[in-house]
């Protein structure tokens, strides 16, 4: 039966299994029907000018060995890493008119690429990208804003995940609260209604039930 890290920590150091650093944990990836985790992805960073997705790799979480405050160790060796499947694939495809007969975005797309493939470039074709991921989850990323449903205000942002060691299901956020003087609190997952994927957490929690989440105090 396997054991699941029980504290991941964003934005903590990840190692390969011969002890190179090898990036950041960016993301956790949970199940949609119960917030289980089944991967993590590694930030692999290129400086300056690293963007979105580019650089991530993404592991199943089977392959986390060790978790700490500030570090995570994983199975593969750095030169496997390097090959790790990327998070994202870039392409071009063609756009599906999903409205014939009405002149909108895919015709413009089309007639700029009949333009295009008389200069040998990309011929009726726009860019996407596809993240390589199981289709029934979701992300969670570091600073990602928890919102209360009613009334809409921030409750804090998340700073890591507390999992279930047995099952791997999220059982709390651990949430940074405040602006200037911050604290980390424990958002238990019952009080979690929906996961906007990549873009946010919704919640339902009172005033008092606020007041009363727990200081994280890492063990």
């Not at 650089?55 to 978790?67: C, G, K, Y």
């Not at 694939?89 to 009949?114: T, W, Y």
Request: aromatic share 6%; net charge negative; proline share 5%.
């Amino acid at each position: 039966m396997p054991t699941y890290p029980t504290d991941l920590n964003t934005g903590a150091d990840v190692y390969s299994s011969d002890g190179h650093k090898v990036g950041e944990l960016s993301r956790l990836v949970l199940r949609r029907g119960d917030f289980s985790i089944t991967h993590i992805v590694v930030n692999i960073g290129k400086g300056l000018l690293d963007s979105g997705f580019d650089n991530d790799r993404i592991l199943p979480i089977q392959a986390v060995t060790s978790a700490a405050a500030d570090r995570i160790d994983v199975s593969v060796t750095a030169e496997a890493f390097d090959v790790a499947p990327e998070y994202s694939e870039e392409g071009f495809e063609a756009p599906q008119d999903m409205s014939p007969g009405e002149f909108d975005i895919p015709d413009v797309v089309n007639r700029l690429g009949n333009a295009a493939a008389i200069m040998s470039s990309v011929s009726g074709s726009w860019r996407v990208q596809r993240l390589n991921r199981p289709l029934d989850t979701l992300d969670v990323k570091e600073g990602m804003g928890v919102w209360r449903d009613e009334p809409h205000t921030k409750v804090g942002d998340v700073e890591r995940g507390l999992f279930d060691p047995a099952t791997g299901q999220l059982q709390a956020l651990v949430l940074k609260r405040g602006f200037i003087l911050t604290h980390d609190v424990v958002l238990p997952a019952r009080y979690i209604t929906e996961v906007i994927d990549d873009i946010s957490v919704r919640v339902d929690i009172s005033d008092e039930e606020i007041s009363h989440l727990k200081r994280y105090e890492p063990s």
